[in-house]
């Protein structure tokens, strides 16, 4: 029936009904906290009597020397806490020739391709080849691909056309035109 469980008592601590439901989903759960469940294809369920990923946590995961994810991971939002660095690595290892975003736990500093980001945002690509940074947009698009800001205050666009406006005077040095300017 639905009353079938086993009980272990710690006295004075807490209760642990082992349960399995009408789902074949067996149910670990303490007087004190959320359930714990594995159900039967095999899922683990923390805070959830029905996971539906092989781990499936409801509320926050905590660890004290990081985490992996590997293999098609997914992320969909929420927070990510550490107080220290945190880097994101690619690949088969945790060494430099992996690392692709290294964030700074103290200045909040973002560097792509390297880990002392001087500004908010730091891109560096040391090599003799490539796009740094690179834009590029649909054929119906209309608007900046690029926009420069000063509190809030445009200083320096490039819209879809290619055509560049400043917020103050634009000055050019050791630049050398090869097409007329209009």
Do not use: C
């Given at each position: 029936?639905?009353?079938?469980?086993?009980?272990?008592?710690?006295?004075?601590?807490?209760?642990?009904?082992?349960?399995?439901?009408?789902?074949?989903?067996?149910l670990?759960?303490?007087?004190?906290?959320?359930?714990?469940?594995?159900?039967?294809?095999?899922?683990?369920?923390?805070?959830?009597?029905?996971?539906?990923?092989?781990?499936?946590?409801?509320?926050y995961?905590?660890?004290?020397?990081?985490?992996?994810?590997?293999?098609?991971?997914?992320?969909s939002?929420?927070?990510?806490?550490?107080?220290?660095?945190?880097?994101?690595?690619?690949?088969?290892?945790?060494?430099?020739?992996?690392?692709?975003?290294?964030?700074?736990?103290?200045?909040g500093?973002?560097?792509?391709?390297?880990?002392?980001?001087?500004a908010?945002?730091?891109?560096?690509?040391?090599?003799?080849?490539?796009?740094?940074?690179?834009?590029?947009?649909?054929?119906?698009?209309?608007?900046?691909?690029?926009?420069?800001?000063?509190?809030?205050?445009?200083?320096?666009?490039?819209?879809?056309?290619?055509?560049i406006?400043?917020?103050?005077?634009?000055?050019f040095?050791?630049?050398?035109?090869?097409?007329?300017?209009?």
């Amino acid at each position: 029936g639905s009353n079938n469980k086993l009980r272990l008592t710690y006295p004075a601590i807490v209760d642990w009904d082992f349960t399995v439901n009408s789902g074949g989903t067996l149910l670990f759960t303490p007087s004190l906290a959320k359930n714990i469940s594995f159900n039967t294809t095999g899922n683990v369920g923390i805070g959830t009597s029905a996971p539906i990923t092989p781990l499936d946590v409801i509320g926050y995961i905590r660890t004290n020397s990081g985490f992996t994810i590997s293999n098609g991971a997914r992320w969909s939002g929420g927070k990510f806490y550490n107080p220290g660095n945190i880097e994101f690595h690619v690949g088969g290892s945790n060494d430099s020739a992996d690392l692709r975003m290294y964030i700074d736990g103290t200045s909040g500093n973002v560097g792509i391709g390297t880990t002392t980001p001087y500004a908010r945002l730091s891109v560096e690509h040391l090599s003799t080849s490539g796009t740094v940074i690179g834009t590029d947009a649909l054929t119906e698009f209309t608007g900046n691909l690029l926009d420069l800001k000063v509190a809030s205050t445009s200083k320096f666009t490039v819209n879809q056309d290619g055509d560049i406006t400043t917020g103050g005077s634009l000055t050019f040095s050791g630049l050398a035109v090869n097409s007329l300017i209009s």
